[in-house]
């Protein structure tokens, strides 16, 4: 077994981070990618200083070609990074080290002008910038499959449950495009908060830049120009609300896969199974009752949402920093980010995986819906009645009849033919239809069709 390929497609070498932790995500943030990224900084630092005549042309390609991960010990650079307290600190020290090898009068401008956190908040960004984006195609996928069981099922009725019971009938199709409807505006949100944290980080000790004299701008240009980032109108060292943002998108989506996965999970459940994920072989296995179908992607991404709180509010946290440069709540990031954006890849992809598979049984969805009797269409039966009787008076009518249909174990239609008040006013037909699920879905099919519609105009 090949030890050095399979650590690189784990979180954090635990048997259960390719379940919970989404592997390509966790690979850009793992010690070589951080590693490339504040050296490939560093080297776009002396390329965009060379351009402005702050530091020789000279120096560029020696820093260039000592800025790659692959030529240092990372193991030595993150014991270093222990008793020195800042990762950036070691690592431009061998950076220097290694380019005097080649060229010592080089090795001068290695860093020139810029402090750690300028290193690392900007080699943050660019994780960011590789790893977010995955989160929203995961959302995507997720949206196109809520989207095709809209409309496959956009008429198939089932019963809606609030407060866990059964309530008045829905269809299938509605249900998923309240998912579909949700994962839109999530991902919306997070492709924005990303937009907005890909920004420079560039201020040098204080946010003055004052070592570059009248140059700082010019190189903070030049450098965002050449990282594919925007300049921000000030150095952001203490102003940490655009990673807080993205931080709250990547929790909010969390939370809407945790919704739509507890939805699955309960639709899954023995004694309901109007919808399960994909059976395939050994998922969703117990090791001792052979009859299981575990919801496993449901649990991934429920798993994913239960964490994501308490990620974002460690990063809401760490927002309050002392003057220019903060003490302790910086390095509270350096873990929380990261993690909040490989949870939410993996209950995003998690849960992609279930919609995308998911089988759907619209005759027991028409078992459950029948079986209380008629009860969950009492609603119906009183807004008939109620233009006769009034709304209090029709509903304390039914709501009888109901209490009745109970005690006796009856059908409601049955009570409802015993009650004079009520045949008065309704037939046999009239309470047949009042007692039909198709014949009380109001504007369901419009809010489906609105939502495929939009997404349809937004494209994926």
Not at 224 to 250: F, I, K, M, N, Y
């Amino acid at each position: 077994m090949s030890g050095s390929n399979n650590s690189t497609r784990t979180v954090g070498g635990r048997l259960h981070d390719l379940l919970l932790g989404e592997a390509e995500v966790a690979a850009q943030f793992n010690a070589v990618v951080q590693l490339q990224m504040m050296l490939d900084v560093e080297a776009g630092l002396a390329e965009a200083e060379a351009s402005v005549g702050v530091v020789p042309p000279s120096c560029v390609a020696p820093i260039r070609a000592a800025a790659r991960a692959d030529l240092y010990d990372h193991a030595v650079i993150a014991a270093e990074m222990a008793h020195g307290g800042i990762p950036a600190v070691p690592v431009v020290r061998h950076l220097t080290q290694r380019v005097a090898e080649t060229d010592p009068v080089a090795a001068r401008y290695v860093h020139w002008g810029a402090t750690s956190q300028d290193i690392m908040d900007t080699g943050l960004v660019l994780q960011l910038r590789a790893s977010v984006p995955t989160v929203c195609a995961h959302l995507a996928t997720a949206s196109d499959a809520a989207a095709e069981l809209a409309r496959r099922y956009a008429d198939t009725p089932m019963i809606g449950r609030t407060w866990v019971q059964q309530a008045t009938p829905i269809t299938f199709g509605l249900k998923a495009a309240g998912w579909l409807d949700a994962l839109v505006r999530v991902r919306s949100r997070l492709h924005a908060a990303l937009g907005e944290a890909l920004v420079l980080q560039f201020g040098g000790a204080t946010g003055t830049l004052a070592s570059l004299g009248t140059d700082g701008p010019a190189v903070a240009a030049a450098l965002a120009e050449r990282l594919g980032l925007r300049v921000a109108d000030t150095p952001w060292h203490s102003h940490r609300d655009r990673l807080a943002q993205l931080a709250c998108a990547l929790g909010v989506a969390s939370g809407t896969l945790g919704k739509i996965a507890r939805d699955l999970g309960l639709l899954a459940q023995t004694e309901v199974s109007e919808a399960w994920e994909q059976p395939a072989d050994g998922r969703g296995a117990s090791s001792t009752m052979p009859h299981k179908r575990n919801p496993v992607g449901a649990s991934v991404a429920l798993a994913s949402a239960t964490r994501a709180p308490g990620l974002v509010a460690t990063v809401l946290g760490a927002m309050v920093h002392e003057h220019e440069r903060g003490l302790g709540a910086w390095q509270a990031e350096w873990d929380a980010l990261p993690d909040l954006v490989v949870v939410s890849a993996a209950g995003g992809q998690a849960l992609a995986d279930a919609l995308g598979g998911l089988v759907v049984d619209p005759e027991r969805m028409r078992e459950n819906a029948d079986a209380t009797g008629g009860l969950a269409l009492a609603e119906s039966v009183a807004m008939a009645l109620a233009p006769a009787l009034g709304k209090a008076e029709a509903h304390a009518c039914v709501e009888a009849a109901c209490r009745r249909a109970r005690q006796e174990r009856r059908p409601l239609a049955d009570v409802l033919a015993d009650d004079p008040l009520v045949t008065q006013h309704l037939d046999g037909a009239a309470i047949a239809r009042c007692l039909t699920p198709e014949h009380y879905l109001g504007a369901t099919r419009v809010f489906i069709d609105r939502v495929l519609s939009r997404y349809a105009e937004r494209g994926r």
